[in-house]
């Protein structure tokens, strides 16, 4: 008994000295990770195509599309502007404005009517600082654009007609949708518009309507009529999805 009290003494102290021998030899072999010193920058908005539209009366109408390459990385928030330029490429007048843009998102930024200056003969964007968001919508909206029509108002202006589909069971608090007028190869846009409706029901099915300052007509299949919905802005989206 007396022997095995004193193997039992003797082996604490060796225990204590073999944990420490093992932590220093853990600490000494340990490397922290390495600290990424060239952090993720996004790549600049792409400018695809910028265009004014004269409309009349000293009247243009504007758009813009842009193109977000990052896949992972969203624009919340930027400001632009939209530069009138006379034939020799000097400024006459500017639109400005602020969007956003989804993470590899591509999309147009409309001015139906603006009262220029001077009659402009083209025009460049001008992109301001960006507030990048690594933030992921949580929904991919869906929407239905049937039954579209075109026709004339009594005052003879050119009218889209239609009936917007939510085809999600979320209440949506804003849709913004662009209006675009195509030429016969679908090629060059003619003319823009842009319509907004708040509070659409889940699964509801909106009539919607708009018209252009022209009073040329053009069929419903030359319309090309665009819904958006800034995801990134907190409580657009109202409810949880239905589970299929």
């Known amino acids: 008994f007396f022997a095995l009290v004193v193997v039992v003494v003797a082996a604490i102290p060796v225990g204590f000295v073999l944990r420490g021998t093992l932590s220093r030899a ?13 952090p993720y920058i996004p790549e600049l908005l792409r400018v ?29 928030e930027f400001e632009y502007a ?17 969007s956003y843009l989804l993470a590899g998102d591509s999309r147009f930024i409309v001015v139906p009517s603006y009262a220029a200056a001077a009659l402009p003969a083209k025009a460049r964007m001008e992109i301001g600082k960006v507030g ?8 991919d909206l869906r929407f239905e654009i049937v039954q579209k029509n075109t026709g004339f108002t009594p005052e003879g202006k050119l009218f889209v007609e239609g ?11 804003k849709v913004d949708l662009d209006v675009l007028v195509f030429d016969e ?9 842009t319509i907004s409706y708040t509070d659409l029901l889940p699964l509801e099915s909106r009539y919607i309507r708009t018209i252009f ?14 819904p958006k ?16």
Do not use: H, M
């Not at 190869?185 to 518009?193: A, F, K, P, S």
């Not at 022209?214 to 665009?226: A, N, V």
């Not at 919905?229 to 299929?244: D, F």
């Open 132 to 139: 990048w968001t690594k933030l992921q919508p949580e929904y």
């Open 213 to 226: 300052p022209s009073g040329t007509y053009f069929p419903p299949e030359r319309i090309e009529i665009i």
């Open 185 to 193: 190869r679908n090629e060059i846009i003619l003319g823009v518009n």
């Open 163 to 173: 009936l917007l589909r939510n085809l999600q069971s979320l209440q949506i608090k």
């Open 48 to 76: 695809l195509r910028v265009e004014v539209l004269p409309v009349g009366g000293g009247v243009v109408s504007a758009y813009v599309q842009l193109l977000n390459p990052n896949p992972d990385i969203s624009a919340r």
């Open 26 to 38: 853990f600490i000494a072999s340990y490397r922290p990770p390495e600290v990424n010193t060239t």
């Open 82 to 98: 939209i530069v009138l330029l006379d034939a020799a490429g000097q400024e006459i007048d500017r639109i400005a404005g602020q």
């Open 229 to 244: 919905v800034n995801l990134l802005s907190p409580g657009l989206i109202i409810g949880k999805p239905e589970k299929v």
